[in-house]
């Protein structure tokens, strides 16, 4: 699976959209973008998922770039409840017969979202 | 419909003791996936299993062992417990739907002290 790179910590407003990069530049044509992220003490929560095309639902955006090397999560308006540990994570598309659910975790970009 | 659930919530064991810890998984979900999560090494994968049978494990130790029920519940087992097992120990589970992509939900963990 590729490795990702992102930023240790971030902050935003309260109210503001929230944008997460994310650098996945060795990623493989087959390979999955997915966010997932943890509030303090919780067990991590999916978020959401892209191969190449934009995604939305009903708690994020995820852009993916033409070139698939990076990507940006995105919380339209954040509030004081997004505040969490944001991980993105890759892993090759998989049927449940070929392979495990197994998630490599990084080290995730902390966000703060202020008052 | 009801989320992951893993008892207890909160352990205290001793050195050398072994602990048992379990995970519902949500209703029609048969993978159930197992992650340790420490301060220093964040959350790392343990092992995966589906339809009793373990698909994948991390990089631990023999003391770490799991099984799964033919109903999907899993427990796993930590045998001669050592200061360093004491993490936040987190189930997840996944429905095999047979497509590409999948995501995990995760319980709210057990929070395990090693005094």
């Known amino acids: 699976d590729a490795k990702t790179t992102q930023p240790t910590s971030m902050d935003c407003a309260e109210g503001r959209a929230a944008n997460l990069p994310c650098n996945h530049s060795?990623?493989?044509?087959?390979?999955?973008v997915y966010w997932y992220r943890q509030i303090h003490s919780q067990g991590p929560q999916y978020i959401i998922h892209g191969l190449k095309n934009n995604e939305t639902n009903e708690m994020a955006s995820l852009i993916i770039t033409e070139d698939r090397k990076s990507s940006t999560l995105i919380l339209p308006h954040a509030t004081l409840r997004d505040t969490a540990v944001y991980y993105c994570i890759v892993r090759v598309g998989v049927t449940w017969m070929d392979s495990s659910y197994k998630l490599i975790f990084g080290s995730g970009t902390r966000l703060l979202v202020r008052p | 419909k009801a989320g992951v659930t893993q008892t207890p919530r909160y352990l205290i064991k001793t050195r050398g003791q072994q602990v048992t810890l379990s995970c519902s998984p949500i209703s029609g979900h048969r993978s159930v996936s197992w992650y340790q999560q420490t301060p220093g090494q964040g959350l790392q994968f343990l092992f995966e299993y589906f339809s009793e049978t373990q698909r994948n494990k991390g990089n631990f130790p023999g003391r770490f062992s799991g099984r799964q029920f033919s109903n999907s519940r899993s427990e796993m087992n930590v045998s001669t417990l050592e200061l360093g097992d004491s993490a936040l120990y987190l189930c997840a589970s996944s429905r095999s739907s047979g497509q590409a992509t999948y995501e995990q939900y995760f319980g709210p963990g057990t929070r395990l002290t090693v005094t």
């Open positions: 060795t990623i493989s044509g087959n390979e999955y």
